[in-house]
């Protein structure tokens, strides 16, 4: 998706959706079992904000979302921004739901301190290709060896026992890999911030584009009532999010919500674009 079409697609949430959605439709919503999603998303799979149509939860880890969007499998998606430019035209990115801030970048983990250089040399374990994380590896790290894709959860355990020289590491992992007796290699969220001044764009909520206009209208409308509404009831999703990541303690789900979640979640703005498109022009420049 080129620069100059990324903000002509944006679909924003608007006052009065144009057109009327088919009654009884029902929409599958891939986004990821992470507290910040369930939190967020809670409100409108338990139909606790309004929407003329029914949602149908696909809980996936984000590099399955990537895979299957390339099928376009799901109406509505989550999707690393790593990943947008590799769907074409197949999915337009709404202006709400979005995970990207500042401090909240992925890092590069080992047993024992090494550079950046060194580590990327590998074998380093990845959560997925397309992931915004291996987007920034290969950003700062411009010819990393042998990628290891894994499953994020199951990263921090191959670095510990030795299977590969270092993992990248995304979601709740940057809040457990000293339990694991690992070392921050590096920070790719800060090394974007020190070079762009803007906030590490890491993935949004996208609609397949052969969704009819006032469907991708609703949806948008209702994936901002659902985030709004997990910030003025904060408890409401408790068990959801506990259910879908039972084994992280209340602590680590807390800050897990507290830093991807934030304003950019309700409204990505002009400066969540600003970043979007300059991941995008990484992109392209990284091949």
């Not at 409100?43 to 029914?54: I, Q, S, T, Y």
């Not at 894709?149 to 890999?177: C, M, N, P, Q, W």
């Not at 948008?220 to 990541?245: C, G, K, L, W």
């Amino acid at each position: 998706m080129r620069m100059c079409r990324l903000r002509a697609k944006l679909e924003r949430p608007r006052g009065e959706c144009c057109g009327t959605v088919e009654a009884m439709t029902t929409l599958r919503f891939g986004f990821s079992p992470c507290p910040n999603d369930t939190f967020a998303f809670h409100a409108l799979v338990h139909g606790l904000v309004e929407a003329p149509f029914r949602v149908e939860p696909v809980l996936l880890d984000i590099e399955e979302l990537n895979r299957r969007a390339h099928t376009g499998e799901l109406e509505l998606t989550k999707l690393s921004f790593g990943a947008l430019a590799g769907v074409g035209d197949r999915y337009r990115l709404l202006g709400s739901g979005a995970a990207l801030g500042f401090g909240c970048g992925p890092l590069v983990v080992a047993r024992e301190p090494i550079d950046l250089a060194r580590a990327a040399a590998g074998p380093i374990a990845v959560p997925g290709l397309q992931t915004t994380a291996v987007l920034l590896l290969r950003r700062f790290a411009p010819a990393p060896g042998e990628l290891v894709e894994l499953r994020y959860d199951r990263i921090l355990g191959a670095v510990e026992r030795g299977e590969v020289k270092a993992g990248l590491i995304i979601h709740e992992s940057r809040f457990t890999y000293a339990e694991h007796g690992l070392v921050r290699v590096c920070d790719l969220g800060e090394l974007w911030e020190e070079e762009t001044g803007l906030p590490v764009p890491l993935a949004g909520i996208c609609a397949r584009s052969d969704l009819d206009a006032a469907t991708c209208a609703a949806a948008a409308q209702a994936i901002r009532a659902s985030v709004e509404y997990a910030f003025t009831h904060p408890a409401a999703s408790s068990d959801y999010v506990r259910a879908n990541a039972q084994e992280l303690s209340e602590d680590v789900r807390r800050a897990h919500i507290e830093l991807y979640v934030n304003e950019s979640s309700v409204d990505l703005g002009e400066t969540g674009l600003q970043a979007i498109e300059s991941l995008l022009h990484a992109a392209r420049a990284s091949g």
